[in-house]
């Protein structure tokens, strides 16, 4: 005797060696034994085979008509048993139950399950919606079985060129454009991004990565909402005529933040402004112009574009352009020429006469250090520059012997930076050198100021955000850079306190910082009870955190995209563009270890099995393969150019602490553009020079970002 029986949610026949009481023990065809109880069992049969029985069955239930079946079942519940009469007649056998059984439990749509054997029929409702969903699935397996061919030949279905993007960054995973997606690279065997690449789904790579960071942290658009500018106090006074106040910047920056002014005093004094753009004037704390800022909390820089915190219109109302009188912050510090000490400072919030934006594409080859102490060259502004240069020397050695206090060696500077100027997929990279006097009295106003003006908030008892940088553990440790709300030194600056404040068009913390300090200028001794922000303000505590992990994120994508761009300048001179003839090898300085920095680019990279090679080492590099997908790139070592005069002693201590400071420093996001001279990046024993903050950036890229 055989069995048709239910096992773990499917049916089985097998033939039956022996029956104890309610359990049946059966030996299937394949040979295995399974004991199977009597209830489970829901065909006993002779004929015919228990192997055959299955093929047969399988072969009827594919004939029997689900529609005719579903008519002919009762609206109640009923045994399998009941629709085999009513549907094979009187004459059937146990083929046609156990192909009955095999339909039955093979259609949920049509019947439902109730128990072993027992099944009812679908409301008639039910049936039509549930067999329009599988024509709906249906149809979208064809489809997405067409999107799939496409692209496995290489082309990409017009149904994804507006989801291309999309689909790479923020998918619906469920959605047949990703399967197809997905089952085309997979058989393909190259990830997603590179056959939406050659399809022609994205332009390019720098698409993609720009695309992916949008979706990221502007799901919505960089667009702005419509924001009118605020109205400025009607009781704004003009600075005096004597101010005559001027700029020194890139180029191409638009966001100015500041500028400086002199006026010449009797023995020996001057009075030098530090005027910032006063965008808190405009703005109040809650507004709508404030809930912009605050959720971009900072303007995103890139080679080739920016993201402003700001809309074009703030900008405009509040940046320091040349020719005409705009709202300012100032700073004015009196200080005597003799000794350039500061005898006295003072803050005002006022409107400056803005008479220059000085550039520095124009100027820093005819402002050095040679031209001022000869008093030569003709250019806009020579006798204020020739004021404020020995003003900056003098602040600079002042954090210098601060920071020799604190354990510190002596700031190590750059002597070359670079600038990037991007045109569609076109990129030019060009040096520019650093440590000049006007990048020197740039950062140094402006560490000045931010140092003042922290005291000054600390003074009133206001609270604001400040940098901090501390020894972390034993006092001559790494240092830990923080953002608080209480002063606190910045050891790396050599300041007893640092507030950024010299920013507020480009970071939020700045115009925070601002609105605290103009509460100190108007209300004195009583800030504290009126400024925007109180003591222990929880919110304040939010912007800090929100801020920290925002601007590192920004800089972060600002770090990629400059190796991105420095990869493709090196494809550029691969293929001989410019006018240059095709290479692929370039020269190289080794930093340490399999650490080298590429000398014409601003581009660090690790060289596995480079090779013991002395700090200083030049090589010639030979670029064997880019990949703008993964923003990587594959290079290695032809031979050596020279190597460096073997130093020793102090010198080569102080080598050897550059050495670390160049690779810490590379690691770290920049400052500001401000801070661009001073700032010591995080768990360092130094400083080193990283310019940040305009539309032409401009750092040194360290090996974090995808290894050769």
Known sequence: MNVFFEESGSFKAGSVLSRQGDAFQVELPGGRRAKVRAKDVLIEFEKPAAGELLEQADAAAQDIDLDFLWECAPAEEFAYTTLAAEYFGETYGPVERAALVLRLH?????????GRGQYQRAPEEQLKMALASLERKRQQALVQAGYEDDLKAGRLPEALKDKALGLLTKPDKNSIEYKALEAAAAARGISMPRLMLECGGIASPRALHEARFLAEFFPHGTGFPGVEVGALPDDLPDAAEYVQAFSIDDVTTTEIDDAFSIEHLADGRVRIGIHIAAPALGIKRGDTADTVARTRLSTVYMPGDKITMLPDDFVDAFTLKEGGMRPALSLYCIVNRETQEIVATETRAERVFVKNNLRHNTLDEVVTEETLAAGTGDYPHKEDIAVLWPFAQALFEKRQQARAGYGLRREVQRNTDFNFYVDGEHVTISPRRRGSPLDLIVAELAILANSTWGAFLHDHGVPGIYRSQRAFGAPMGPKRTRMQTNAAPHEGLGVAQYAWSTSPLRRYVDLVNQWQLLACVEHGVAAKLVAPFKPKDADLFAV???FDETYTAYADHQRRMEYFWCLRWLQQEMRGEDGHEARREFPATVVKDDLVRFEEVPLLMHVPALG??????RLMMEVLSIDELTIEASVRMLRVLDAPVVTSGEQAEDD?????????AADASAESEAEALAEAPADSTGADSVAE????????LHATEPRS
């Open 656 to 664: 050897t602490a550059e050495d670390e400071e160049l690779i810490e």
């Open 612 to 617: 013991v090679h002395a700090r200083g080492t």
């Open 693 to 700: 903050g305009e539309e032409v950036q401009s750092s040194e």
């Open 544 to 546: 800090v955190q929100g």
């Open 106 to 114: 093979g259609s949920p749509v049509y019947f439902r399950r109730k």
